[in-house]
């Protein structure tokens, strides 16, 4: 029936045989080359949009589904009770099912049961109650909790622990790379300050003895000139100890730590390079 029913509207030639006939709001009759049938006007679990294409391109919405023209077997002229797809049901005119063969029995599996009118009066009664209770009270205290701290300090307390680590945990693992890469970090800066430091009054103590002792033999400049080629070649060294944490570096946050300290020990470098050369003259 349903074959011949789309081949007619296709060809957008409709029989005169074939009429829709209601005698009810929701039940009715539909005739098809001379055969009676029982249809019923059933709801649909939800909403579905129609929409249409001229070039199988571009598809306009046109309308929302929300009810389905049912047509069931031959009629039977004695009123049968209705049925939901051949099941009795508390709504006869809810249809079960979706448009789709994954979806049968939608309703019952995806919908969630309504909650019945008693039960909402009685949570409606409680709450009233608590609030009357709330009010009467002569002191509230409260107190709002943010997970999110929680679990920061679960997380931190995680990492300083240092006994009775599971080693072959991956997530534990790198947690410790990257608390130790940190660490490690952190440590390099300030023995990079300190360097800083120290030369800083290194240079200032060289001033003063230049000014000082302008006729300070060769022997005291040539040990001046070792001990800046010996801060030379430690600095190279820190600059490759750094490349070699940038290349290994577990995040973005260390490797823009480590391009930054870089940067920094290379300007050193250039000054220290500059002033060995000024010593050489």
């Not at 049961?113 to 608590?130: F, P, Q």
């Amino acid at each position: 029936m349903s074959d011949k029913l789309h081949e007619h509207v296709r060809k957008r030639e409709i029989p005169e045989d074939v009429r829709l006939h209601f005698k009810d709001n929701r039940r009715g009759y539909f005739y098809l080359e001379g055969k009676k049938y029982d249809t019923t006007l059933v709801d649909l679990p939800t909403i579905v949009e129609s929409q249409k294409t001229l070039d199988k391109k571009q598809f306009y919405k046109i309308a929302d589904i929300s009810q389905m023209l049912l047509v069931e077997g031959p009629s039977k002229e004695e009123n049968a009770p209705s049925l939901a797809n051949g099941k009795h049901s508390t709504d006869p005119y809810a249809y079960q099912h979706g448009l789709a063969p994954p979806l049968k029995h939608v309703r019952k599996r995806r919908f969630r049961k309504k909650l019945s009118k008693r039960a909402i009066e009685e949570v409606e009664r409680e709450v009233e109650r608590l609030l009357e209770v709330d009010a009467t009270a002569e002191d509230v205290q409260y107190e709002v909790v943010d997970n999110r701290e929680m679990e920061l300090e679960l997380e931190s307390d995680a990492g300083t622990h240092d006994i009775d680590i599971d080693m072959s945990d991956a997530e534990s693992e790198s947690d410790e790379d990257l608390a130790a890469a940190i660490d490690r970090g952190l440590e390099e800066l300030e023995e990079e300050d300190n360097d800083d430091d120290d030369d800083d009054d290194d240079d200032d103590n060289d001033d003063d003895d230049s000014e000082e002792d302008e006729d300070e033999d060769e022997g005291g400049k040539t040990g001046e000139i070792e001990q800046k080629r010996q801060e030379i070649a430690e600095i190279k060294q820190a600059i490759q100890r750094k490349i070699r944490d940038l290349m290994t570096a577990p995040n973005a946050m260390l490797k823009k730590r480590f391009e930054t300290s870089i940067e920094s020990l290379k300007k050193e470098l250039a000054l220290k390079e500059a002033h060995l050369a000024e010593m050489s003259k």
